[in-house]
C-alpha cells in the first residue's frame, strides 16, 4: 500500500483548482462576459463586505491571492442605449427586466470542480443574493462531457430551514 504525500497532493489540488478556474474565466468571456477577479469576502458577523485576505505560509512567500468568494465578478455589456437619471435612482432590483433598460447584468461566479458548496459558502450566497450585490450566481463545474463546464444557477430556495 503507498502512503499519500498530504504536501505533494495539496499541490497539485491547488493547481487543478486554479487550472479551472482560468477555464472558466476563458469560456466566460468567449460568451461575451466582461469577468474580473473578485476580490472580497463577506464577515457574516458583522453584516458587511470586507477585502479577502491572502493566505501566507510562514516558511515560504505568499501561497495564494485573490481568496475572495465568489471567484468572479462578471458583466454584460449595457444595451447601446443608456437609461435615464430617474431610472437609475429608482432601481429595486437589478435582476428585473434588464434587457429593456440597458442596465449590465452583475453576476457571481464561483469555480467547483466537483459544484458543490458548502455550508458557509451557501450563506454567503444567500447574504449577496438579499442585498442586491448580484443579480445571481452561478456555481461552474466539469462537465461528463470532457472539456466542458455546466453551470448552475443558486437558488434559495434550496435552504429553506437549513440556515438559521
Given at each position: 500500500m503507498t502512503k499519500i504525500d498530504k504536501v505533494k497532493q495539496g499541490?497539485?489540488?491547488r493547481v487543478s483548482g486554479l487550472k479551472f478556474e482560468l477555464k472558466v474565466r476563458k469560456d466566460l468571456e468567449e460568451k461575451g462576459w466582461i469577468v474580473s477577479k473578485w476580490n472580497n469576502n463577506?464577515?457574516?458577523e458583522n453584516n458587511?463586505?470586507?477585502?479577502?485576505?491572502?493566505?501566507?505560509n510562514p516558511?515560504?512567500?505568499?501561497?495564494?491571492?485573490?481568496?475572495g468568494f465568489p471567484d468572479f465578478i462578471a458583466f454584460t455589456k449595457p444595451n447601446q442605449y443608456l437609461m435615464s437619471y430617474e431610472d437609475f435612482y429608482t432601481i429595486k432590483y437589478i435582476g428585473e427586466d434588464i434587457?429593456?433598460?440597458?442596465y449590465s447584468e452583475v453576476i457571481g461566479v464561483e469555480a467547483k470542480s466537483d459544484g458543490?458548496?458548502?455550508k458557509i459558502e451557501k450563506?454567503?450566497?444567500v447574504w449577496y443574493l438579499k442585498n442586491h450585490i448580484f443579480s445571481k450566481i452561478l456555481i461552474a463545474s466539469k462537465s461528463k462531457e470532457r472539456g466542458k463546464i455546466d453551470y448552475?444557477?443558486?437558488?434559495?430556495?434550496?435552504?429553506r430551514g437549513k440556515l438559521k
Open positions: 499541490k497539485q489540488n463577506i464577515d457574516l458587511k463586505i470586507i477585502p479577502a485576505k491572502h493566505k501566507f516558511f515560504k512567500k505568499v501561497m495564494t491571492l485573490g481568496t434587457e429593456n433598460k440597458g458543490r458548496l458548502n450563506e454567503k450566497c448552475k444557477k443558486f437558488k434559495i430556495k434550496e435552504l
